[in-house]
C-alpha cells in the first residue's frame, strides 16, 4: 500500500524495514487544519522517498498496537487535536451564530455513497453525531438531508429534509442555500463520509480502519463497512484496463487522474469511467469555464497555458487564490481539463 507523504515531515524514526502499528503517527502535516498521518493497517515499511512510503500490510507485525483513546472524557480542544493524530482532518467550527449542519447528500456527482451509509451504518452515524456533540457543545446540529433519509435520533438535531441537485449538493453551496452567505470553506459542515470517520474513531479511540483498494496500480481506502465490490456496484461500473478515474473531495468538484496515481487522504470519492468517455484535450478559448466561476475569476489564463506551467500562473495571479474550489469549472470545460485540482496543489496529480 502506498502513502502520499509529499509535503509532510516524517516523525523521528520512521525508517525502511520499520514496523508499524495500527493507528501508529507516521508524519506530521505542516497546516494545522490538515490531518497528520496515522497507519490505517499495521505492517512493514519496505520503500520510503520523499514523496511515498510503501507500506506491506501484515495484520500480525509484531508492532505494539497504539492505546486507543477515550473521546468520551476529552474536551472540544482535546478532542479535535486527537482527531488529527490519529488521520481525521479537524473540523473547522461554524460561523458565531451558525449551526453544525451534517450533510447526507454525496458531494461528487454519479456516486451514491451517501444513502448507503445512511441505511447501512446508521450505528456508526450516531456514535459520530454523538462526538460532534462533545466537539461543539452547546451548539446547535442541523441535518440537511434528502427525502425519504431517517434523521439520526442519538442526540437533539434539527432534520431538514430537501430537493437539492448537484451542484447546490457541494458543501459550500449547501450551506449558502441553508444559512444564506457564501463560505468557501464550509465552515462547521460535515458530510457523510466524515460523519462515519468520526463514529468510528468515536466507538474505538483508534485510526479509522479502511480496506486497501487496488485497481492497477491505483491505491485507494474504502470506508470501513463497504467493500470495493459494493463501491463500484453503486455507479454500475468495473475497472477496466484503459479505464481512468474521477476523484473528488468535499470542495474539489471533479478531478480527473490517471490509475497509477494515488488518493490523499482528503479525497472522500472515487469512481472509473472508460477511456473512451473522457480524455483531456486542449483549450479551445470557449471561456466556459471562467463564466461558470461564482466569483467570476480568470480561469482561462489557466486553461490557455500549458499544464505544467499552472502553478507559476496561480502564483502569479493573487485573485485566483480566492478559488473556492467548487468544480464548476471542471465540469463546464468541454475538453475535460481538471482545472479543479489545482486546488490539490500540483495540477492533476491527485
Not at 441553508?178 to 466507538?203: C, E, F, N, T, V
Request: hydrophobic residues 40%; charged residues 20%.
Amino acid at each position: 500500500m502506498e502513502l502520499p507523504i509529499k509535503g509532510l515531515t516524517l516523525n523521528r524514526g520512521i525508517k525502511k524495514g520499520q514496523l508499524i502499528a495500527q493507528g501508529q503517527s507516521i508524519a506530521k502535516a505542516p497546516n494545522p487544519r490538515a490531518p497528520d498521518m496515522a497507519a490505517c493497517l499495521p505492517g512493514l515499511i519496505t520503500g520510503l522517498n520523499r514523496d511515498w512510503l510503501t507500506l506491506e500490510v501484515e495484520l500480525n507485525c509484531g508492532a505494539s498496537p497504539i492505546a486507543p483513546i477515550s473521546f468520551r472524557n476529552l474536551g472540544p480542544v482535546e478532542a479535535q487535536a486527537s482527531l488529527k493524530k490519529i488521520g481525521i482532518a479537524p473540523i473547522l467550527p461554524p460561523s458565531p451564530g451558525d449551526p453544525v449542519i451534517i450533510s447526507g447528500f454525496d458531494p461528487e456527482p454519479g456516486l451514491n455513497l451517501a444513502p448507503v451509509l445512511w441505511e447501512d451504518q446508521r450505528s456508526t452515524l450516531e456514535a459520530g453525531l454523538q462526538l460532534v456533540t462533545r466537539l461543539f457543545p452547546g451548539k446547535p446540529i442541523l441535518l440537511a438531508l434528502p427525502h425519504g433519509v431517517r434523521p439520526l435520533s442519538s442526540c437533539d438535531c434539527a432534520p431538514l429534509h430537501l430537493r437539492l441537485k448537484y451542484p447546490k449538493t457541494l458543501p459550500a453551496f449547501l450551506k449558502k442555500s441553508l444559512i444564506k452567505s457564501y463560505d468557501p470553506l464550509a465552515k462547521g459542515l460535515i458530510s457523510s463520509r466524515k460523519l462515519h470517520l468520526l463514529g468510528q474513531a468515536m466507538r474505538s479511540g483508534k485510526t479509522p480502519v479502511a480496506y486497501p483498494m487496488t485497481i492497477g496500480r491505483l491505491r485507494a481506502q474504502v470506508p470501513s463497512g463497504l467493500s470495493p465490490k459494493k463501491l463500484f456496484s453503486l455507479v454500475n461500473l468495473e475497472a477496466r484496463e484503459k479505464s481512468r478515474a474521477l476523484l473528488g473531495g468535499p470542495m474539489r468538484g471533479v478531478v480527473t487522474a490517471q490509475l497509477e496515481r494515488g488518493l490523499a487522504g482528503e479525497v472522500e470519492a472515487i469512481f472509473l469511467i472508460n477511456s473512451s468517455e473522457i480524455g483531456i484535450g486542449s483549450c479551445i478559448y470557449c471561456a466556459r469555464c471562467r463564466s461558470s466561476c461564482p466569483l467570476g475569476l480568470p480561469v482561462d489564463k489557466i486553461g490557455a497555458a500549458p499544464m505544467h506551467l499552472w502553478q507559476d500562473i496561480l502564483k502569479a495571479n493573487p485573485l485566483l487564490a480566492s478559488c473556492p474550489a467548487c468544480g464548476l469549472c471542471a465540469l463546464a470545460c468541454p475538453s475535460h481539463l481538471p482545472l479543479s485540482s489545482l486546488r490539490s496543489g500540483s495540477g492533476s496529480n491527485e
